[in-house]
């Protein structure tokens, strides 16, 4: 095709043949008719199509609307539920009934675990202030705090506390 475009006379010739071919395209495509059973097949699945596309497009814009109906009415169930059947007044906390006397709470350690694997304590049982519990970073209610606290509590050689838990 290059070597048929090297003068300006190439080139108009080659619009002509161009052209020549697209006019026996063109009548060819008209002499051609599609039959009448493939036509109405063809609409029929374009009308079916297009139904599916308009029962899509009405799902879409009712999912926001049915996502919140459902979140509604299940929030509403759960208040139903509440209301209904109150959760138990009862204390959470074990009562000093049904704890034995063997089950103590597990010591706070007070210094870092290294010292406390390398040292020999010994217990030692005592009532100390609760002002001196939040000395050293318990939680102590204001209320309680002139209060004496029962304590048992792991002690080094020189004394110092290494350990302790709150008996009562």
Do not use: C, Y
């Amino acid at each position: 095709m290059k070597d048929l475009m090297n003068t300006p006379q190439d080139a108009s010739n080659a619009d002509a043949v161009l052209d020549q071919q697209f006019s026996l395209l063109r009548k060819d495509l008209q002499e051609m008719n599609t039959p009448t059973a493939i036509e109405q097949t063809l609409l029929q699945a374009f009308a079916k199509q297009q139904a599916n596309d308009k029962k899509q497009a009405r799902s879409k814009r009712l999912r926001p609307w049915l996502a919140g109906l459902l979140t509604l009415s299940g929030s509403f169930g759960l208040l139903m539920l509440t209301v209904m059947f109150p959760a138990s007044q009862h204390q959470l906390t074990p009562d000093s009934a049904t704890v034995s006397s063997t089950e103590l709470p597990p010591f706070v350690a007070l210094v870092p675990l290294e010292r406390l694997n390398n040292e020999t304590p010994s217990m030692l049982e005592a009532e100390v202030p609760a002002a001196w519990l939040a000395s050293l970073g318990m939680p102590v209610s204001p209320e309680i705090a002139g209060d004496m606290v029962q304590a048992q509590m792991l002690v080094a050689a020189d004394g110092e506390p290494l350990a302790m838990r709150l008996l009562k």
